[in-house]
């Protein structure tokens, strides 16, 4: 017998969007169970006069490295097409009593699914850069490989200002973080990152701050989710070609 799925839905908003965001959590992970957490949010999605395509944002966190890698896996295919959106993943096995389990974290928003655009990478890969509607914009966890602390940030905000400039250069028009989220392993002591807005290049951006016990691929050290607002006159000057090298260098 399949277990339940637990769901939460509650009112959200960003920007002057508002929507939901809804929390789908299993404490299992056979085929069943995991096929079931995506049916739960299609079902809580539907309940709040939603659709899949309506999604801005996918969080998930698993209880240990197999389990994220075949729940992404999955998300890959269920959150496709009109349903691509901004996507992260941790290792957190606080959440997760029974040693096993996956949670979805979901926003979505009203409208999305009229004006929704999703930048991929080329080639497609299981996240994408970024999924923008009206005047938001929604970043793909960031992160990087490298094997010392201060590199990865210092390659985070590279990526994130590469990231911000494609988005700009994409829609036309100027695009600045307006809230962020940064998950940090918990081997990383906090006074590695006292300044850690101002390294990143995000202050004044408003900052949460979560832990967790591994990500994607083991070297990593730190995840950050941005999202964006787009503003400003349209460009009247034709974008110039992205720098090389940067759709590679945004691969996570």
């Known amino acids: 017998m399949t277990p339940p799925v637990e769901v939460a839905v509650e009112p959200t908003g960003v920007g002057s969007r508002t929507g939901v965001s809804i ?3 299993v404490p299992t992970t056979e085929p069943a169970t995991l096929d079931a957490l995506f049916v739960a ?7 709040a006069g939603l659709q899949p395509a309506d999604v801005v944002r996918n969080r998930l966190l698993a209880s240990s490295q197999p389990v994220r890698d075949t729940a992404s896996a999955l998300r ?17 096995e606080s959440r997760h009593a029974g ?4 949670r979805l974290d979901t926003v979505a928003l009203r409208g999305t699914a009229a004006t929704k655009l999703a ?10 850069q970024l999924v923008a509607t009206g005047d938001l914009a929604f970043l793909s966890g960031l992160t ?7 590199v990865q940030i210092q390659q985070i905000r590279v990526r994130l200002a590469e990231t911000l400039a494609l988005a700009g250069m994409r829609l036309g028009r100027a695009v600045r973080p307006i809230a962020a989220t940064i998950y940090i392993h918990r081997s990383v002591g906090l006074d590695e990152l006292a300044d850690l807005a101002e390294m990143i290049g995000i202050v004044g951006v408003p900052l949460a701050v979560g832990h967790c016990d591994g990500f994607s691929k083991p070297d990593k050290l730190l ?6 607002e787009v503003f400003g006159e349209p460009n009247v000057v034709e974008p110039a070609e992205p720098p090389s090298g940067l759709e590679s260098a945004l691969r996570r």
């Open 76 to 92: 890959f295919r269920r959150l496709a097409g009109p349903a691509r959106c901004a996507t992260s993943s941790y290792i957190d």
């Open 119 to 128: 930048i991929e990478h080329d080639p497609v890969q299981p996240s994408c």
């Open 223 to 228: 995840e950050l989710e941005i999202d964006a």
């Open 99 to 102: 040693g096993d389990g996956v």
């Open 41 to 47: 949010l299609e079902t809580a999605l539907a309940g």
């Open 144 to 150: 990087s490989t490298a094997p010392e602390l201060h």
């Open 23 to 25: 929390v789908t959590a």
